[in-house]
């Protein structure tokens, strides 16, 4: 069993800083670095993308809309050309950076309500597909199984890392628990790791309404935006390797 742990970082701008980088990218094996549209800004990117190379860390682009004042979490209409544009403009900024640090992009995954609106609208996942092909074709995408972002990922022919959340719940259909909801996390990490397990093992989560869902997973995200999510992801990675798993970048196994 091999499985990369993914985790959204370099989400800190200007005078504000957010995460608990420095703590989490020794845990995980891939990060998801924010390019200045949700957050980020140059400095970040940069001290990300060096702090990465250290600890042996892969690196990814995390595009989202440019909305820092709605943490990219607001849905902002744009046709397919836009979000192909704006993924393309942001693949860019850190690309640099990752040139800087003689750092090999690995893979893009888009954030929050951009990620959100391309795994239901062709349109938008066409637009984040192309941006990825166009950039480099041999970046991973990450998208989850049976969504529109996973369909014109392989149509575009992409190499898609199949992703799914250690501590959100799912629902009978398949798709995450809406944050909205009173049983949309999972705050123990031994039912994080029991959920992981199970899609490794025997391909399938339980949803919450005890419905048994088919599931597939290359990468798994974890969030560590606060000391208690540190120790979440801390505590996961340590039962996945008890009970035999491997923790890897996706790129080394896909």
């Known amino acids: 069993m091999t ?47 060096a702090l990465a190379k250290q600890y042996g860390t892969a690196v990814g682009a995390h595009p989202g809309f440019l909305d820092k004042e709605g943490f990219g979490r607001r849905y902002i209409a744009m046709d397919e050309e836009e979000i192909y544009q704006l993924c393309l403009y942001q693949i860019g900024a850190l690309h640099a950076f990752c040139c800087a640090e003689n750092v090999q992009m690995q893979h893009v995954k888009p954030h929050g309500a951009l ?20 950039f480099n074709e041999n970046l991973l995408l990450f998208a989850p199984v049976h969504t529109e972002l996973q369909a014109a990922g392989e149509r575009h022919g992409l190499r898609v890392a199949k992703e799914m959340f250690a501590d959100r719940t799912y629902t009978a259909g398949g798709t995450l628990t809406p944050r909205t909801e009173q049983n949309a996390f999972l705050d123990k990490p ?8 199970d899609v490794l093992q025997e391909g399938i989560v339980k949803a919450v309404d005890g419905t048994i869902v088919a599931m597939v997973a290359d990468t798994i995200c974890v969030h560590g935006d606060n000391e208690q999510a540190v120790l979440f992801i ?3 990675r340590n039962q996945l390797e008890h009970h035999g798993a491997s923790v890897q970048a996706a790129g080394e196994f896909i």
């Open 3 to 49: 499985i990369d742990l993914n985790c959204d970082l370099g989400e800190s701008y200007g005078i504000y800083t957010l995460g608990m980088d420095q703590k989490v990218l020794p845990l995980v094996s891939s990060a998801n670095v924010a390019c200045g549209g949700h957050a980020g800004d140059s400095a970040v990117m940069a001290r990300t993308v």
């Open 115 to 134: 990620y959100n609106a391309a795994l239901r609208d062709p349109a938008a996942a066409r637009g984040v597909a192309r941006a990825v092909k166009d």
């Open 190 to 197: 031994e039912d994080a790791a029991a959920q992981v397990l």
């Open 234 to 236: 801390q505590h996961l």
